[in-house]
């Protein structure tokens, strides 16, 4: 079911986990062969969290689909080499598989080490590869504290409006992380959260009631302009009161 939640966010709530990660991966392909289709590329930001790992395990079996005009970008990672068990890039790329995507598509982000310049340095590939039209899809997960990509309640990230990736200390974690920011993902064409199963139903509700600022970070995504989709199963949609909008 597709609803509509506000002017910047619409909901599809599944019956359950296989019905969502169905709809999710359908979803990435049709906005990957309509971006293929109208610009002659996919730019995708990928994230953590173990709905976008079902959906990348799903995604490997897809023959219909050129990877060769896929360019993967990360939407945060952790502050770990790329061989570590907590690195989005290796989880996505075991995912993935052996798609054919070409290796100078795949764009790691490098949070372990040099955090400032490779910010910088990640921003400008973004800038090179993608121009002024940011990703075709910018892949989303809310943790239960209203967090999303690596945008934590509380922290410098949030309040910065003039660049599209920067290193972000977490002091809740006492780690740091690299995270694009509110205006990358905000200026994406499509946006979309994962948020499966009871440990997030409450969450859900707080973040999609919230004022646009507020403590949950996952509130400030999504504009009129370029609404989220949020994909949720019943489990987690069930703390959304049948009275919001
Ligand atoms: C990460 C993510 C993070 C994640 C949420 C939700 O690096 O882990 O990018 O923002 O999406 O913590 O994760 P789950 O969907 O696994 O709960």
Redesign the pocket.
């Known amino acids: 079911m597709l609803k509509t939640f506000d002017s910047r966010r619409n909901l599809f709530i599944a019956n359950d986990t296989a019905e969502a990660i169905a709809f999710a991966t359908e979803h990435w392909i049709h906005s990957a062969k309509q971006a293929i289709q109208q610009r002659g590329k996919f730019a995708v930001a990928l994230?953590?969290?173990?709905?976008?790992k079902a959906i990348y395990q799903a995604l490997s079996h897809e023959k219909d689909l050129d990877w060769t005009k896929v360019f993967l970008f990360w939407?945060?990672?952790?502050s770990v080499p790329p061989d570590h068990p907590d690195s989005?890039y290796k989880m996505a790329m075991e995912s993935f598989g052996k798609l054919p995507i070409p290796p100078h598509q795949i764009f790691r982000m490098k949070a372990e080490e040099h955090r400032e310049q490779n910010a910088k340095d990640y921003e400008e590939k973004i800038r090179h590869h993608l121009g002024k039209h940011l990703f075709d899809l910018v892949m989303?997960?809310?943790?239960e504290d209203g967090?999303?990509?690596?945008l934590f309640p509380n922290t410098e990230a949030l309040h910065v409006e003039d660049r599209l990736v920067v290193p972000n200390y977490v002091e809740a974690h006492k780690t740091w992380?690299m995270t694009f920011t509110f205006p990358c993902i905000n200026q994406s064409a499509k946006i979309a959260f994962?948020?499966l199963g009871a440990?997030?139903q409450t969450i859900i509700p707080q973040v999609l009631n919230a004022p646009i600022v507020s403590s949950y970070p996952a509130s400030k995504i999504g504009t009129p302009e370029h609404p989220a989709l949020w994909i949720l199963d019943k489990a987690a949609a069930s703390g959304i009161s049948k009275s919001d909008p």
Do not use: I, M, Q
């Not at 994230?47 to 976008?52: D, L």
């Not at 967090?147 to 690596?150: C, G, N, R």
């Open positions: 994230s953590g969290g173990s709905t976008p939407s945060d990672e952790r989005n989303l997960g809310v943790g967090h999303t990509a690596s992380r994962y948020a440990s997030k």
